[in-house]
């Protein structure tokens, strides 16, 4: 893998090489879906589920945040409208990350990028994002790490419906902090590789503000958008001749 | 083994929103002109999408999530492997939990 500088693009792939790699590195991730897997499994028993209905929800829906909020508050009245809003609420930070992956994911084509989309999770979009600032653009790094985790997904809420109380809690593991370790391992990796650290800090006061004053799905989304439009806003086109104007080119 | 027809009503409901969130971003793109201003939107979003993952878990936690995210952070930036990086940071977190 090349070091690759801040306008460095790489070549967009998919192959079952990086598929391979994808599931490799991202094992830690795919050990936590497994557990929390086992956590939803036995919310999905307790709350009156067939293991048929369980497993077909996991497979499908594949989002652990929105069917454990829906699952926790659910009776037949419940209405699907709610619902929907619940599922909406929880994931409406995929649509940035879609936003922001489609020069990567573009021209592989609609078809291979939708199924590579569709496989997103936090952990193995952390993942994708990081091998493509390393320089290696082969969307199978992020279908292999959201596949394993799909399968650990499904494999523990099955294993979860029937041996749910015999599992260690997942938090003395450090488990629930695997998401966070990916995140800051890629936040580590691409210091070098952002020529304007603006948004970014935009980004962060964002997220803290909304963390103090309201927590809860919406900061995420918030400091995306602010790092966006402050990413725009400070753009500004190469002037080879005109030095002042625009940030220092490194 | 059957479905109950309301679950079965449910899950076909999240399916739907939960398609849309991963697919919509992507496909609305299409429809704006990537000039070099939005690209580089486009380009502060992940790190801010990560922030926004990792921070609030380390603020709502304490020491073991703050020592946890630097000692992973550090080692990314000593040059070690990624996983080895990650699992520096959850072994510090678990530890830390243990004794504190």
Not at chain 1, 84 to 100: E, Q
Not at chain 1, 174 to 197: E, K, N, P, Q
Not at chain 1, 222 to 242: E, H, N, V
Request: charged content about 10%.
């Amino acid at each position: 893998m090349s070091d690759a500088g801040p306008d460095a693009k790489p070549e967009a792939k998919l192959t079952l090489a990086g598929f391979l790699e994808g599931m490799r590195i991202s094992t830690p991730f795919g050990a936590s879906s497994l557990v929390y897997g086992i956590a939803f499994g036995l919310l999905a028993a307790q709350t009156g589920f067939s293991v048929l209905e369980a497993a077909t929800m996991s497979t499908l829906v594949f989002s652990g945040t929105a069917q454990i909020a829906v699952l926790q508050s659910w009776t037949h009245a419940l209405s699907l409208l709610a619902i929907a809003s619940t599922v909406l609420l929880v994931n409406v930070r995929y649509v940035l990350m879609g936003a922001a992956i489609r020069p990567w994911l573009a021209p592989l084509g609609g078809l291979k990028a939708s199924a590579a989309l569709l496989t997103i999770v936090d952990g193995s979009y952390a993942l994708a994002i990081r091998e493509y600032h390393k320089g290696n653009g082969d969307a199978g790094i992020l279908m292999g790490a959201g596949i394993l985790s799909w399968l650990c997904w499904i494999g523990g809420t099955i294993a979860g419906f029937y041996t749910g109380t015999a599992i260690p809690n997942p938090k003395s593991v450090g488990l629930d902090f695997v998401i966070v370790a990916f995140c800051a391992s890629t936040v580590a990796m691409m210091v070098d590789h952002i020529r304007d650290y603006v948004p970014a800090v935009v980004a962060l006061a964002v997220v803290i503000v909304f963390e103090l004053v309201m927590p809860g799905p919406w900061g995420v989304v918030a400091a995306g958008l602010a790092a966006a439009f402050t990413g725009a806003i400070r753009y500004r086109a190469p002037a080879p001749a005109d030095t002042s104007a625009g940030e220092p080119t490194p | 083994m059957t479905m109950d027809t309301h679950i079965l009503a449910v899950i076909a409901v999240m399916t739907a929103t939960a398609y849309a969130c991963r697919l919509s971003g992507f496909w609305f793109m299409r429809l704006i002109p990537i000039t070099p201003r939005v690209e580089a939107g486009l380009k502060a979003i992940p790190i801010a999408v990560m922030l926004g993952i990792m921070i609030p878990p380390v603020m709502r936690g304490g020491i073991p999530e703050t020592v946890g995210m630097l000692a992973t952070m550090a080692v990314v930036r000593l040059g070690a492997n990624d996983l080895v990086a990650v699992i520096v940071g959850m072994g510090s977190v678990a530890g830390l939990r243990a004794l504190l």
